[in-house]
């Protein structure tokens, strides 16, 4: 058996691929290692009621996820899931590989993340190649869901967001100054709290605050993420995350005014990285 995992921040989307039935297919709090460590992450996979009857016939495991991009970080995943799969060979990648297998297949292209956070880099059809984006929501994550809900968050506070939204936000979020300093600065996951708020923007779509936001969220992360490739232009760019899918209009709009050729946008791309990892294991099965 095997079981394919797409980890963000905010959640873990998994696929198990059952004998002669249809995958099975669940979710799970987000395992980014920067944010959760060895021991949390053994603890909620262990609670995954949906796989418990499976544990010692899953042969192999493969998790892509976010936080995943050194070796440290990776160790601790695979450390945690090889507590509960002791049968079952465990590869840990980061999500944007994920999202390329998910995307390119085996072609040429960019990929960007733009989910709770915000990341982008280029596959030459056999690995991601590093680059120097993805520096995290404190100093980058341009265009995600955590640079959404700050832009709400303090044009609300600054009182600078249009009346008619700040009162629609204010009955909705019930916040201020105090409670967004206790839930950024002094609990866990700051990242995905801050994200939530983006949800807000789905509500109010055409705005014209919400629509310009967007705009520019999306102008910035591709200035500062994109456009510092030379070949931007030659190759199609695929964009993965729930920020991409729920507002990929305006997406769409900035990457045909910035010389961006979009391709896919999934909201999640679990199933089309699953199918690409069974077909991959058919195939050098075959070999």
Request: charged letters at 20%; one cysteine or more.
């Amino acid at each position: 058996m095997i079981l394919v995992a797409d980890s963000g921040s905010s959640q873990s989307d998994w696929m198990l691929a059952l004998p002669g039935e249809e995958p099975l297919a669940f979710t799970t709090k987000g395992l980014n290692p920067f944010f959760v460590n060895e021991k949390d992450i053994a603890k909620i996979i262990q609670n995954i009621p949906e796989i418990k009857p499976y544990t010692d016939h899953i042969s192999e495991v493969y998790f892509f996820g976010s936080g995943c991009s050194s070796p440290d970080r990776r160790e601790m995943v695979s450390n945690a899931l090889s507590q509960l799969f002791i049968n079952a060979f465990v590869s840990v990648e980061t999500d944007l590989i994920g999202a390329a297998y998910a995307t390119c297949g085996n072609r040429k292209g960019y990929i960007a993340t733009l989910g709770t956070g915000s990341d982008v880099s280029f596959f030459d059809g056999q690995e991601v190649l590093p680059t120097r984006q993805g520096i995290g929501y404190v100093l980058g994550d341009e265009g995600s869901g955590v640079w959404f809900g700050k832009q709400l968050i303090t044009n609300f506070l600054y009182g600078t967001m249009p009346t008619d939204l700040a009162e629609r936000f204010n009955a909705k979020y019930r916040i201020n100054k105090e409670i967004v300093i206790k839930n950024v600065y002094q609990r866990a996951s700051p990242n995905a709290y801050l994200a939530s708020f983006a949800r807000f923007m789905g509500e109010y779509i055409d705005h014209p605050f919400v629509d310009e936001l967007l705009k520019v969220g999306f102008k910035e992360f591709i200035t500062t993420n994109i456009k510092p490739f030379p070949n931007y232009r030659e190759y199609i760019c695929h964009f993965v995350g729930s920020i991409a899918f729920y507002f990929k209009d305006q997406l769409h709009y900035i990457c045909e005014q910035n010389g961006v050729k979009i391709g896919k946008v999934l909201k999640r791309p679990i199933e089309e990285l699953f199918n690409y990892v069974i077909q991959r294991e058919k195939n050098y099965e075959i070999q």
